[in-house]
């Protein structure tokens, strides 16, 4: 399939109508967000959502989440809306938050993945809401990336993992928050946390009083065991490289390094400590910021493969506030593997 190439730079652009018209005419078109690239269709149309788990290569009982431009367009996509759901959407919508609810009879199964329950959010990059806008119906778009790689945070991935899968890929530059979006699900009380993203938990807590926050945010799942989001029980954002996240001081760090590098070994570490180092380094941001950590950690995973690291030393990072959803997505890429120095 022949690819398309937009570079866009403003809402305004040509290239937005044109992405949009494609996706009105059954089209897959990778579009920016304010969180990482989405591989997005229409949502309501069942034969656009197979093509999306094939250009992907994903399990089709792992659902889409739905994209909406305006709370208008939520309503006809569940049951009911409640009201915490519209104090959430007040305070974080457009924005990296995605807010799950019993869904109703529009959406196709398949974009539910068999589930009861649909995601939606409305993203605050503009590009995206003017795509969605012009599109006229809701977008269902995972990460545009190949399933089970690092998601996309710049076009660039994107048309590594997807050229000629896909009718279209829309370049408007680097994604601003990094990570994927917040999820929570209202179907449950307290609400739970399926998984962290910008909109922290301490954000989701002010405005709907308590919440729990799933296991799998933290561990892995036991074998057999029923993952409430079921993109957790796959393996996800993994570069090539095997990952081991090292916790400790930087001391530490560097002497663990000394001790068990090859030739192949690179570090994954934060902002100005690769000069401490004897081995290639990648960095993901600086060491007391978690949403620089959050901005950079998908581009680093995807780097250190790109140099043809063999074992990755990772620091450990914070775990509050976005750090939270930076020490997820990094636990995964590690496949859990945590050694303290
Ligand atoms: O920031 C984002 O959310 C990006 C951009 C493109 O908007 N999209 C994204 O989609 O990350 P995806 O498909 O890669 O991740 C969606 C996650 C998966 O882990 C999936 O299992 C979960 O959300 N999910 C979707 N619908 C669900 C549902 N009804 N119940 C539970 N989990 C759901
Ligand atoms: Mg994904």
Redesign the pocket.
């Known amino acids: 399939m022949e690819t398309k190439i937009f570079k866009v730079k403003s809402e305004k652009d040509k290239a937005v109508d044109e992405a949009a018209r494609i996706l009105r005419d059954g089209g897959i078109v990778a579009i920016p967000?304010e969180?990482?690239?989405?591989l997005a269709g229409n949502a309501l149309d069942e034969g656009v959502t197979d093509k999306i788990y094939t250009a992907k290569g994903r399990p089709s009982d792992?659902?889409?989440?739905v994209?909406i431009s305006e709370i208008s367009q939520w309503e006809p996509l569940v049951k009911e809306i409640p009201e915490s759901a519209l104090a959430l959407a007040d305070k974080y919508w457009p924005g990296?938050l995605?807010v799950?609810l019993p869904k109703s009879e529009i959406v196709p199964d398949k974009v539910?993945g068999g589930?009861a329950?649909?995601?939606v959010?409305m993203?605050s990059d503009k590009i995206a809401r003017a795509i969605i806008e012009k599109a006229g119906v809701p977008l269902a778009?995972?990460?545009a990336n190949t399933s089970g790689k690092p998601?996309p945070t710049s076009a660039r991935y994107v048309t590594e993992d997807l050229m000629g899968k896909v009718d279209a890929i829309v370049d408007a530059g680097d994604c601003s928050v990094g990570v994927?979006?917040t999820?929570i699900?209202l179907c449950e009380t307290p609400p739970r946390l399926?998984?962290p993203g910008g909109i922290t938990a301490e954000m989701l807590t002010e405005v709907l009083g308590e919440i729990t926050i799933d296991d799998a945010v933290f561990n892995k799942l036991a074998d057999g065991e029923k993952a409430?989001?079921?993109?957790?029980k796959y393996k996800h954002y993994s570069p090539d490289a095997q990952v081991v996240i090292v916790k400790g001081t930087f001391e530490n760090y560097k002497s663990f390094i000394e001790e068990n590098k090859t030739e192949k070994t690179v570090a994954l570490c934060f902002d100005g400590e690769e000069k401490g180092l004897s081995v290639r380094c990648v960095t993901y941001g600086k060491k007391n910021d978690p949403s620089s950590q959050a901005k950079n950690i998908f581009d680093a995973l995807r780097k250190v493969d790109e140099l043809g690291a063999d074992k990755v030393f990772a620091r450990f990072p914070e775990t509050d506030g976005v750090g939270l959803a930076v020490f997820n997505r990094l636990v995964r890429a590690a496949a859990f593997n945590i050694i303290e120095v």
């Open positions: 967000t969180t990482v690239y989405g792992n659902p889409l989440i994209h990296p995605t799950i539910s589930l329950t649909v995601a959010r993203p778009a995972p990460s998601s994927e979006s999820v699900s399926l998984r409430a989001s079921p993109g957790m």
